[in-house]
């Protein structure tokens, strides 16, 4: 009996998997624009994935954005991964 309801389950997850494999591309919704400078892709970031007020940066942390600006890193994406309880 309980062969035929994995059989069952996995043939539902197979035409789930086909349907969405075969279905429309999702397009992507940036939160940023790659021309946006590291401070503000920070700043939206955190405002808008966070839903934090914004970004005080230490002058030691511009002095890093300034050096990855000048090494023209500044215009990649940003990965930003943090913990919503450090927001407190």
Do not use: H
Request: charged fraction near 30%; hydrophobic fraction near 45%.
């Amino acid at each position: 009996m309980l062969g035929k309801r994995v059989a069952k389950a996995a043939l539902i997850w197979r035409k789930k998997v086909v349907e969405l494999l075969e279905g429309s591309k999702p397009t992507p919704k940036f939160v940023y624009d790659l021309e946006d400078s590291l401070e503000e892709k920070v700043n939206k970031i955190v405002k808008i994935i966070y839903g934090g007020d914004g970004v005080i940066f230490t002058d030691k942390a511009k002095k890093q954005i300034k050096q990855l600006a000048d090494w023209g890193l500044d215009r990649l994406p940003v990965c930003m991964a943090k913990n919503s309880i450090l927001l407190i």
